[in-house]
Structure formats: C-alpha cells, structure tokens
C-alpha cells in the first residue's frame, strides 16, 4: 500500500510539474520549438514560420534583459515557442519580451547579421513583390488564371482576369471560388479594401482588392459582375487617380507599411485613420500613433469596433505642411453604430515634435468628437 501511495505521490509530482513548466515543455522527451513567425496581427489566418537558429535562441535565453515603459512598437514579426508567442522582432532588430515588457539588450554583432539575414528572408517569403500596374498588366494578362490569398483570414480562391486598363477587372472562377470570396468578407459584398497576394506562375504580387461585384461578368460562377485588383499605380476608371485606401492595403501586402508610415502626409494620415477605424484593422492605425496614443487605442478598442461604418465626405485641404509641427484637419464624416447614422465635422488634430520626425494623430481629441 505504502508503495501505491508512493508511486502515486511521484506520479502527481510530475504532472504538476509538467503544468508548471508548460510553457517550455513540449512533451516527455521532446525538445521546445523555437521558430520565426511573420504575421500582420497575432489573430491573422495567415502566417510564415521558420526555424529559429541556435545561436539566436541561446541570445535570447542567456541576453541581459531591461524593463521598458513604452509599449512594444508595432511589428509583424515574433519567436514562437512551441504555440506560444513570446517575443517580439521590431523592424530595428530589437528583441522584445511580450510578457514581462522587456528589451533584450543589444545582440552580439555576429547574430545581429544573422538575424538580419534571416528577417529579409521570411519577409520575401510571407509578402508580395511590389510591381507597378504596368508590370501587372504584362505579368496578368487577361484570361489568366491566378489565386488571390487574403492576408488577414489566409482563405485564398481562384480568379481570372477578364479586362481592366488601369487596373485588373476579374471574376471568381468557380461557385465555390465565390463562396470562399463572400466569406472573406463575412458574408456581405462590400467596397471595403483588402490587402492581397496575387499568386501565379509569374511570381507573387502585393495588390489590393474590393468585394462588391459590379459591371459585367461572363463566368459561371454565381458572381453577379466582376470585382478590381489593385496595384502599385493602379487608377480608378471614374476619377482617373490612385485610390488612398487601395495603395495603403498595398503596402501592407508588401509588407512595406509599419516602414511607409514615417513618411506619410497629415492628409494619408487622416485617410489611413478613417480606414483602419472602418475596417477594425489596428494594424494600419498603430503605426501612425505614438507611445501615448498606442496606449489609448488599447484602452478605447471595444470602442472603436463598435462603429460599423466610418466614410469620409468631404475633401482634404491641399495645403503643404511640410514645415508645420501641428496641422488641424477638419473633414465631415459619416459614421454609423447600432443606434444609427450620423454626418458631423471632425477636426484631426495633427502634431509631431519635429519636422524630421513623423506625424501621429491625437486619438483622445478625435474619440472626443466620434
């Protein structure tokens, strides 16, 4: 009996202990597994993974930590331990600890080159190659076939190209290409912009797409019209020039836009606003906040996501601000909740500490006035 109760003490003992430690233990006898993975949000469908070198992980594990005050910058890019996604890359390199808010001071000179090295690699594989609308034209000719990924649920369907001359004009190719394409869009046809991959046998292209069908359609496929690709330089039909959203959903499938910020506009900057507030798409707006207003959009997110429609109406002055280190931009917008719809005039109230730096917006003042 006494032996029971022994076996049965140890064996208690090591499965508290498993759950203890069952952050870093994996299995009885399996090792821990450390890897890169690139993603636009921790929720995104859509991800590239690749082992994580030893001499990093040993960095990492054995590196001196410091406590930081600010919240981790925006990135895309983590170490994932077995299931776990522990730390996070910024765009400079640095190391950060998602748990314990902590910096990992500087890496050796000769892992800094490797995880550069490394980082440019899972960047080319996870993204689309940045081409003109020229290039695309040639690389996509029409009838066509090609698979179009969506970078945030990771659902990808067939398309053809069927016409376009200052953008490509296609159609789902199949019913079942439709269904997967109305589930993108959780159901419902919406003008709402995308940030896609164009995969053929030509290469993989960064582009941008909308999903309401409109105009002609000639394939059988339940898809009442066709719907439009966007590329670097793309033009609408009707206007004649490059849609804002279309070119920010762009860059982020080139993986271009946590850079691209810095050298916004205070105009792009109300434009990418509105869009990441219309789309629940944070990781467009936290890259144009600073520290302070990071914090906010954590705080107001529940918020935010409970309006259903933000438009802007008006438009955008034309005046330069180049030499401004605050710019109040006023703009009459829609924006629907549950309880209804409304048009009122919001200013943005633009600010930055110098001329070099770049422009944020004051989300308090603008939660203010939504």
Same mark, same amino acid.
């Given at each position: 009996?006494?032996?029971?109760?022994?076996?049965?003490?140890?064996?208690?003992?090591?499965?508290?202990?498993?759950?203890?430690?069952?952050?870093?233990?994996?299995?009885?006898?399996?090792?821990?597994?450390?890897?890169?993975?690139?993603?636009?949000?921790?929720?995104?469908?859509?991800?590239?993974?690749?082992?994580?070198?030893?001499?990093?992980?040993?960095?990492?594990?054995?590196?001196?930590?410091?406590?930081?005050?600010?919240?981790?910058?925006?990135?895309?890019?983590?170490?994932?331990?077995?299931?776990?996604?522990?730390?996070?890359?910024?765009?400079?390199?640095?190391?950060?600890?998602?748990?314990?808010?902590?910096?990992?001071?500087?890496?050796?000179?000769?892992?800094?080159?490797?995880?550069?090295?490394?980082?440019?690699?899972?960047?080319?594989?996870?993204?689309?190659?940045?081409?003109?609308?020229?290039?695309?034209?040639?690389?996509?000719?029409?009838?066509?076939?090609?698979?179009?990924?969506?970078?945030?649920?990771?659902?990808?369907?067939?398309?053809?190209?069927?016409?376009?001359?200052?953008?490509?004009?296609?159609?789902?190719?199949?019913?079942?290409?439709?269904?997967?394409?109305?589930?993108?869009?959780?159901?419902?046809?919406?003008?709402?912009?995308?940030? +896609?991959?164009? *995969? &053929?046998?030509?290469?993989?292209?960064? !582009? =941008?797409?909308?999903?309401?069908?409109?105009?002609?359609?000639? $394939?059988?496929?339940?898809?009442?019209?066709?719907?439009?690709?966007?590329?670097?330089?793309?033009?609408?039909?009707?206007?004649?020039?490059?849609?804002?959203?279309?070119?920010?959903?762009?860059?982020?499938?080139?993986?271009?836009?946590?850079?691209?910020?810095?050298?916004?506009?205070?105009?792009?900057?109300?434009?990418?606003?509105?869009?990441?507030?219309?789309?629940?798409?944070?990781?467009?707006?936290?890259?144009?906040?600073?520290?302070?207003?990071?914090?906010?959009?954590?705080?107001?997110?529940?918020?935010?996501?409970?309006?259903?429609? +933000?438009?802007? *109406? &008006?438009?955008?002055?034309?005046?330069? !601000? =180049?030499?401004?280190?605050?710019?109040?931009?006023?703009?009459? $917008?829609?924006?629907?909740?549950?309880?209804?719809?409304?048009?009122?005039?919001?200013?943005?109230?633009?600010?930055?500490?110098?001329?070099?730096?770049?422009?944020?917006?004051?989300?308090?003042?603008?939660?203010?006035?939504?």
């Amino acid at each position: 009996m006494k032996r029971i109760l022994c076996s049965l003490f140890i064996l208690v003992a090591v499965l508290i202990g498993l759950n203890w430690y069952g952050s870093s233990v994996a299995a009885i006898g399996q090792k821990d597994t450390w890897e890169y993975v690139i993603q636009t949000s921790l929720e995104s469908g859509y991800s590239t993974a690749m082992p994580l070198p030893k001499q990093i992980r040993k960095n990492v594990q054995k590196g001196k930590w410091k406590e930081i005050s600010y919240p981790i910058p925006p990135t895309d890019t983590f170490i994932r331990i077995n299931e776990n996604v522990a730390y996070a890359i910024d765009h400079q390199l640095n190391v950060y600890d998602r748990t314990a808010n902590k910096i990992l001071l500087p890496l050796k000179e000769e892992n800094k080159k490797r995880l550069s090295k490394d980082m440019k690699k899972l960047h080319k594989n996870h993204y689309g190659e940045l081409i003109t609308w020229k290039d695309a034209n040639q690389l996509l000719p029409r009838y066509s076939v090609f698979k179009v990924l969506d970078l945030d649920t990771g659902l990808s369907f067939e398309v053809q190209r069927r016409a376009g001359s200052y953008h490509a004009d296609v159609q789902p190719l199949t019913h079942d290409d439709t269904k997967i394409m109305k589930k993108i869009y959780r159901g419902t046809w919406s003008w709402d912009r995308r940030a +896609i991959l164009v *995969l &053929s046998e030509t290469g993989q292209f960064a !582009g =941008s797409m909308h999903g309401m069908p409109h105009g002609q359609g000639a $394939l059988k496929n339940g898809f009442p019209g066709h719907f439009c690709i966007h590329f670097q330089d793309s033009i609408t039909h009707k206007s004649r020039k490059m849609d804002h959203a279309h070119s920010i959903m762009i860059k982020k499938a080139s993986g271009e836009w946590l850079d691209h910020t810095q050298k916004l506009s205070p105009q792009e900057i109300v434009d990418a606003t509105v869009l990441s507030i219309h789309q629940h798409d944070w990781f467009i707006l936290s890259p144009i906040l600073d520290d302070r207003n990071r914090i906010l959009l954590d705080e107001h997110l529940e918020e935010l996501e409970e309006i259903e429609l +933000i438009k802007r *109406l &008006s438009d955008l002055p034309k005046e330069d !601000g =180049s030499t401004k280190l605050t710019y109040p931009i006023t703009v009459k $917008l829609q924006v629907h909740r549950k309880s209804g719809t409304t048009n009122k005039s919001v200013t943005f109230a633009l600010y930055r500490p110098t001329i070099e730096e770049p422009w944020t917006v004051d989300l308090e003042k603008l939660l203010e006035q939504l």
